[in-house]
């Protein structure tokens, strides 16, 4: 199993920024990608941003430019550090891990989500 711990949400400004971060735990060598995904209240949750294991980086139209993942320099954490955030941005984030395994003979994909972290974009 995989556990995810998200952090670094709050209040901030139209225009202030934020990093948030998620902390992988257990068996992390089974996951293959990572990404923040969020969900605003009476709407379905969305990608935000997603990063492999080789490094390779994928965006939502609506944050390019304005977020960028990456991962930190402590083992098994990434990060989501987001600029000129906009009242349209509040919502709630999460960190979904993918993973892959073999069992027996069989490859098999899992995905883990994090609890969420609150993101409040308000003047």
């Known amino acids: 199993q995989v556990q995810l711990v998200e952090s670094g949400g709050g209040l901030v400004q139209p225009g202030g920024s934020l990093r948030l971060s998620c902390a992988a735990s257990g068996s992390t060598s089974r996951i293959n990608a990572v990404g923040w995904y969020r969900q605003a209240p009476g709407k379905e949750r969305e990608l935000v941003a997603t990063?492999?294991?080789?490094?390779?980086?994928n965006y939502a139209d609506s944050v390019k430019g304005r977020f960028t993942i990456s991962r930190g320099n402590a083992q098994n954490t990434v990060h989501l550090q987001m600029n000129s955030l906009e009242v349209e941005d509040t919502a709630v984030y999460y960190c979904r891990a993918n993973t892959l395994y073999w069992s027996g003979s069989t490859l098999r994909a899992y995905v883990y989500w994090g609890q969420g972290t609150q993101v409040t974009v308000s003047s």
């Open positions: 990063i492999t294991n080789t490094g390779s980086t």
